[in-house]
């Protein structure tokens, strides 16, 4: 059984190569490197260190970003959670947020702040923030109704109510909202890259397409796709591992 | 007709009946609907009583308003003979959905009403192990809520109810949501339980037999605005013994009469 | 909220944002954000422009094809995956991997393969809404009662009926909300992939304006953007809600 789905695992990962690879050969474009010459890119880059020293600098941006919207944003999400003024003074505008293609403030960040390591930070934030301000919120607001009246009956004060129930409680979806900020402060982190200044893996794209080292930007590309969904398969595992039966239990199952 | 004499026994026999709780004049209104209209009922120490009737006829409604979860409309609630302003700790709650905490094990979430209070962690403990083993789940101690059948958790809930050792235990519900065999064994066990720990239970069912076998004083709601039609008091088969309650012809009787009366209002 | 027993609309508070940002614009605190009122003035000046009508059309061309392939492929995708277990178990360890991957680091490949120009903005857009909408549309049809599938069976249903008279109606909800989720990850990828291309629609437009510091312009297109945004959101939220009932009878 679990013999025949890593089978599978291991025939689609073959196919899509093989496909990328014959691709390659003919070649569809003078732009499309073959897998094999993007793999060994790949591995050129890891051993002379280009690529580590390129990690260091794009995951500056995303972990302070990501650091800041965690925090900021699950203090924002579980006040709007338990206040009904904060409620309606602050969720429309992360709805709002969630809904709008928050990259076109770019320009205005950059005009604003510069090119530097500050407008990323922001652009990681706007892009992270959102999600984990509304999941917090919402989990928060959702925290079942009869454990709230348990802690209450049996005399908690509002404080053991907060810590010892609700956040609790809410913990796997304020987790997931984390992950999901990470997931969009990658796309943050990238973007920035991309559109304010090349550093980082960003440098290595604008460059080895400018001379058109093709196989080098494929290989750069190939490998941030990778670190991001490894990591975020990682914190998935994680979440599951750590709230196992946490939504169970109830009368209802 | 009620002469001078009559009622001057009815009064010096008053303090007699002890009452642990007593509704007085109870209302409660979400926005124009009546819930509950000036309600009053009293709660003998020491007995079970029954909140029976059909659905929606506000009998949770007054138990949560007991409970002090619930702010009534007007009239207060006594409890050993004084005024209520919320929850205290001569009540204890027992929830229809038992209210576990999912991420605690049995034994945080039994000791889960001493902590709150602020009792040693080794202290509330060896409390919280008595009742675990009191209820039956000796063994169970470091098992999750998910790991349990639905009767175990509520056997859980019951345990941390009985464990901050509250006078009165209000019970909405509670074998509602497990299956009909292990709700036979609880009945039985409450009616145990009733017998030795000094305590007053009251008690929410829509189910007119398990009012009938578990209560000493079965008190019948009836719905829009809620109000108390009548009262029954079980006597004879009390103490027949758990096996023959339900053969007795007492029961039988009084299980025929409370349908009499309720049938008319189930849609 | 309510204040004197009156309830407050939900999105009211904005107005409250908007008399800050007022505020703070015309204090001329920063250059950066001009007065509000401003801002809408300007609104109603850069809709008229021929600039902008067209940045307009070119970016809802981009959204509409790139939303449009997006469903017609996605679809049938997650219906198919859902019915076999062999295509599912190939299929589902990339469509969990794009759905999850910064699809933004993809735009220079398109841009190398495909040319600076509106194709590579309607495959961006493409990408980012296809992976929810098949998972959704997956989802939608392994949930499917049994019982139902047999039904159609015992009454005869042809392989063709059962697909459009059961299998798509009954995972609809779970379909919509598929796309639901995929437009508003489409609005995204267009936007993005305009930032990065940026000689085509609102991309261009963002150049234009921010090189000659046009700050009121350039706030002004922003809530057209924002608003048009979430009014698509909201609109596919309604489609969702409408057939929220069977959803939840199952």
New interface residues.
Partial sequence: MSN??TY??L??AV??FGAWEIAGRIPV?Y??PTFLESMSALARMTFDGTLFAAYGETLKPLVIGVAISAILGIVLGLWIGLS??F???????F??M???????????L???YGIGLTSKVFVVCIMAMPVIVLNTSSAVRNT?E??K?????????DR?VIL??IL??A?PIIFSGLRLGV?AG??G???SE??ITPTGVGDI??FS?SIAD?PS??AA?FS??LL??VF??LLEKLENTL?E????????? | MVTPQTRQAFETAQPLTDNAVAVRGVSKNYGDVEALKNLTLEFPRGQLTSLLGPSGCGKTTLL?II???LEPTAGEIEVNGKAIT????D???V??????????SVMRNVA??L???GVAKSERESVAGKYIADVGLAGFENS?????S?GM?QRVGLA?ALS?DAQVL?MDEPFS?VDEQTRRKFQEDLLNLVQNENKTFIFVTHSIEEAVYVSDQIAILLPRPSRVSEIIRPSGFRDKGVDNIRRDPEYLDIVDEIWASLRNYVE | ??VFGYR?P?????L??GLLWEIIGQSGM?F?IPPLSEVIATLFEVIGTPAFQKALYETAYAFGAGVFFAIVIGVPTGIFMGKSR?LD???L??VN?FL??????????LM??FGFGMKSIIITTTLFAIWIIILNARAGVMQINRSLIDMARSFGASPWDAFFKIYVWAALPEILGGVRIGV?RA??G???GQ??ISIVG?GAL??L??SN?L?AH??AV?IV??AL??T???FFAYLERRVAYYAAKR
Avoid at chain 1, 149 to 157: K, N, P, Q, T, V
Avoid at chain 2, 96 to 103: E, G, M, N, R
Avoid at chain 2, 144 to 148: A, M, Q, S, V
Wanted: charged share 15%.
């Fill in positions: 025949r789905s599978l695992k025939l689609s196919i899509v474009s732009a499309f009904s003024v409620d309606w003074m602050f969720s429309p505008i709805i709002v969630q809904a709008a293609p928050l990259a076109a403030l770019i320009p205005i950059v005009m604003a079942p009869s454990i009246e348990m802690g209450r009956s049996f005399l908690a004060s053991a010892k129930i609790p409680s913990s997931s990658f796309i982190a990238i973007l991309l559109k794209i604008t397409r093709y930007m494929y590309i941030i796709i991001a969904v975020l398969n709230f039966g946490n939504n169970r239990g109830y009368a209802s199952d | 949560k409970a002090g979860l919320g929850p205290g700790p009540r204890a709650f929830f229809q959905d038992f209210a576990l905490l999912p991420w605690a889960f009403g902590e709150l209070r999750f809520p998910h790991e349990l639905g958790r941390r901050v209000l949501a | 909220m309510k407050l939900g999105m009211s508070s904005l409250v944002w920063t950066f062999l178990e190939l299929l360890p990339w991997m999850s991957a910064p699809l933004t680091a993809l735009v220079p490949v190398v393969l508003i609005v995204k267009v936007i993005i930032l990065l609102f963002f150049e304006y921010s510091f700050m350039f706030w922003l953007l924002f945004a979430f698509i959101s909201e």
